[in-house]
């Protein structure tokens, strides 16, 4: 079966430049951009059940966007004003950048790494060991950052700041794709939420990331296309290979 509509469980691109683009024109293809999932901030009386006072920490770590923006979200909702002398420590340069929306960039109490790797962070934050330090953190996540800090005895104190959820479909919202496309486990999981009697039959499931191959397995559907690989290195690449192998003439 020819592949003719695709649902990637992604935002819509900003640029216009986007290579999804390129393959709807070059295969003559439909692609519509759905995420599965969505971020929200806990409410300050969820937050206010974990028992910590934002202001008893003098540096907070950022590892996303997404935990600046609820972060601050709910400091505006709790009315807490957060010192100058705060400091921040983000996993990459762009995460620290973006922290202008909501403070004034003074360099000198942003620090951040090169790499996106938290171990790349670690040698700024054991330089100000005597800080006591807030990591916002999403519902779902792993124990890395916390092994890490105790492994050094940093003094920190993680903290569930945001969730994620299932984007619902709406009844009348037409779901009528031959390929879907995902990126993490939990979109694997809201398939399966909004769409309990899900048949795969000729649907094409493609992946990009182990543990979102996995989770597919793990429900029982087949995966047609796993990414990122030595040939494609880009969801977008594979998604090219794929649909041109796919749509030959038989």
Partial sequence: MK????????????SEK??????????GVKIDFRPFIKVESLSAKEFRQQKVSILDYTAIVFTSRHAIDHFFHLCTEMRVTIPET??????????ALYIQKYV???KRKIFFGNTGKFDDLMPAITKHKTEKYLVPMSDVHTDEIK?????CKVKH???????????????DEAFDYDMLVFFSPAGVSSLQKNFPNF????????TFGATTAQAVRDAGLRLD?????????????????FIKENNKEK
């Fill in 157 to 171: 104190t993680e903290v569930v700041m945001y969730r994620t959820v299932s984007n619902d479909f709406r009844p």
């Fill in 225 to 241: 296309l796993e990414a990122p690989s030595v040939q494609a290195p880009s969801m977008t690449a594979a998604l090219d290979m």
């Fill in 86 to 95: 705060m400091k921040y420590f983000c996993v990459t340069e762009a995460i």
């Fill in 147 to 151: 092994n890490q800090l105790d492994k």
């Fill in 199 to 206: 048949e795969q039959k000729d649907i094409k499931i493609g």
């Fill in 18 to 27: 986007s290579p999804y683009y390129d393959i709807a024109e070059k295969y």
């Fill in 3 to 14: 592949i003719k509509k695709v649902l990637v469980s992604q935002p819509k691109p900003t």
């Fill in 104 to 106: 004034q960039y003074r």
